[in-house]
């Protein structure tokens, strides 16, 4: 399968910032964590940063920004809303075969 490369270094440093929603990541600990020069890792940085998706912090150390926290959170809602479904339809079918049952 072919790939973006470009796309690829970005989405690197994005699954990076993982666990770093409250607590920054600085860019040194970024480039050695992913084995890539700095200036690779301020670019994917600025363009998550540009896109919401990460967050430079006060101290200058990078986080998760306010749109990955969203999608996280929207993605959460939508499995609590499909776990939901799922639970009527079980106590829908238990009902019927306790009917069916006669008990």
Same mark, same amino acid.
């Given at each position: 399968?072919?790939?973006?490369?470009? #796309?690829?270094?970005?989405?690197?440093?994005? /699954?990076?910032?993982?666990?770093?929603?409250?607590?920054?990541?600085?860019?040194?600990?970024?480039? /050695?964590?992913?084995?890539?020069?700095?200036?690779?890792?301020?670019?994917?940085?600025?363009?998550?940063?540009?896109?919401?998706? #990460?967050?430079?912090?006060?101290?200058?150390?990078?986080?998760?920004?306010?749109?990955?926290?969203?999608?996280?959170?929207?993605?959460?809602?939508?499995?609590? /809303?499909?776990?939901?479904?799922?639970?009527?339809?079980?106590?829908?079918?238990?009902?019927?075969? /306790?009917?069916?049952?006669?008990?």
């Amino acid at each position: 399968m072919s790939t973006v490369k470009s #796309a690829e270094k970005v989405l690197k440093v994005l /699954k990076a910032l993982t666990g770093h929603s409250l607590a920054g990541v600085t860019n040194q600990e970024l480039a /050695k964590q992913l084995d890539e020069p700095p200036a690779q890792i301020t670019r994917a940085l600025q363009t998550l940063v540009a896109e919401g998706f #990460a967050q430079q912090l006060d101290d200058g150390s990078y986080a998760l920004g306010n749109r990955m926290v969203s999608m996280a959170h929207a993605h959460s809602q939508e499995i609590d /809303k499909a776990q939901g479904r799922i639970s009527e339809h079980l106590q829908r079918v238990f009902a019927g075969v /306790k009917q069916i049952s006669g008990s």
